[in-house]
């Protein structure tokens, strides 16, 4: 397979967290006999430094023109001081519109080998978590009408769905269930809001074409609560933009490690998805090679799988990720409390050491 792959490295520790998994994926391509061509995308503060703003329209224009999009992270304090409109982060939501990706997929996966990093107990726990949670990314109370009274005494932001912004995401939250443990959770605020109602509707016509897939609704409420209480009767949850932004963060922190935690945002499959580490551009890490490059390395894999079809490369990638941690390695950011036994081992690895072992263990 030939395929053309957007590098949007960023800022911070971005660049370097990109450049790993690129070697990752070069190293699949000679494997598997693909070919990638890499092209790069000038985002965030490296592009206010070089064009005066965040995402210049020809660089999203070369995310566009590609099979795929691979991000690192954009932002840090040499561009805080700047105008809502000029910061860094604004080339998020350029890109994410600009690339139509309307659905945000996020799993949040528990490594056995980390478990000490999770801050939930073993029995709540058991031998791990995983969670796959798809966002509604550009609907809803974020985008709808919105205002502020002439007297500044109030304010307003609209929740507002159409049925098919639902159908598409509800969707696409039977499919991936159908493929995993066929469970899907419709997470809303029906006993309160008309747009849940309508989101329960369209969910019911949906299931009519998944009928081996057990769709259950959990208020948003309840939901945050059974994350903590009980996470692992969750397998898929379908749920709209604003709660599905709170649940994620949630989901992921139960998880234990910013560093391992991949996302992808997807559209109609006409054009890119966009895939990128859960993590920010970590100014306080960046350039000192202590940054965890696996994240950005498990969304090359979820690249690979939901962009290219490739699951055999995409279980490849994981497996090799899981037999790194088995062998002891880690970042200091999930050497957690074994941080001394871990050096003693000298097993304490740097970003770049962390890509080579990826790499290594990927083609024993
Ligand atoms: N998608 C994005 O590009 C994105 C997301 C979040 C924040 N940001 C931006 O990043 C900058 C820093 O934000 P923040 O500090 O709130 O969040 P952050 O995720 O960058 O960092 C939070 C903490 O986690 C650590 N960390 C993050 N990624 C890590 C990794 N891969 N390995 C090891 N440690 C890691 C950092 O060192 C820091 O202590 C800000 O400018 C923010 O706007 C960008």
Redesign the pocket.
């Known amino acids: 397979m030939e395929k053309t792959i957007a590098l949007i490295p ?5 660049p370097d ?1 990109v450049a790993e998994a690129v070697n990752v994926l070069d190293s699949v391509a000679k494997k598997f006999g693909h070919k990638w061509n890499y092209t790069k995308v000038i985002a ?2 490296s592009a206010i430094d070089q064009f005066g703003k965040p995402l210049p329209e020809e660089q999203l224009k070369i995310a566009l023109d590609s099979d795929a999009a691979l ?7 040499k ?2 001081n700047l105008a809502s409109e000029l ?3 604004k ?2 939501l350029g890109l994410r519109g600009g690339m139509k990706v309307f659905a945000n997929l996020r799993p949040a996966v528990m490594w056995k080998q980390l478990k000490d990093a999770c801050p939930l107990k073993d029995e709540i726990v058991g031998d791990g978590l995983d969670i796959l949670i798809v966002r509604e990314l550009t609907g809803g109370i974020y985008f709808g009408e919105r205002g502020t009274s002439e007297d500044q005494n109030t304010a307003w932001d609209t929740e507002k769905y159409t049925r098919p912004e639902i159908e598409r995401i509800v969707r696409m939250g039977f499919e991936y269930a159908q493929k995993r443990q066929k469970r899907l959770c419709v997470v809303d605020k029906a006993n309160i809001l008309n747009s849940s109602q309508l989101w329960r509707r369209v969910a019911e016509d949906v299931k009519k074409d998944y009928p081996d897939v057990t769709l259950s609704y959990l208020y948003i409420d309840n939901a945050s609560m059974q994350m903590v209480r009980n996470p692992r009767q969750f397998d898929v949850i379908a749920t709209s933009n604003m709660f599905g932004d709170i649940l994620s963060d949630e989901a992921s922190q139960i998880t234990g490690s ?2 391992m935690l991949a996302s992808a945002s997807l559209g109609d499959g006409t054009g890119p998805g966009l895939y ?10 960046a350039g000192k090679d ?7 390395i498990l969304s090359a894999a979820m690249l690979l799988r939901y962009s290219f079809g490739l699951e055999t490369e995409a279980k490849a990638i994981e497996k090799a990720v899981n037999d790194v941690l088995d062998a002891g390695y880690r ?4 050497a957690g409390s074994h941080l001394a036994e871990v050096k003693a081992a000298g097993k304490l690895v740097g ?1 770049k050491k962390m890509g080579e072992l990826v790499v290594e263990y990927l083609n024993k």
């Open positions: 960023g800022d911070g520790i971005g967290v965030g503060g991000l690192g992270a954009v932002g840090g304090p561009w805080d910061r860094p982060e080339a998020l910013i560093g990128e580490p859960i993590h920010g551009s970590a100014p306080d890490i202590l940054a965890n490059p696996l994240a950005t970042t200091g950011d999930i970003t």
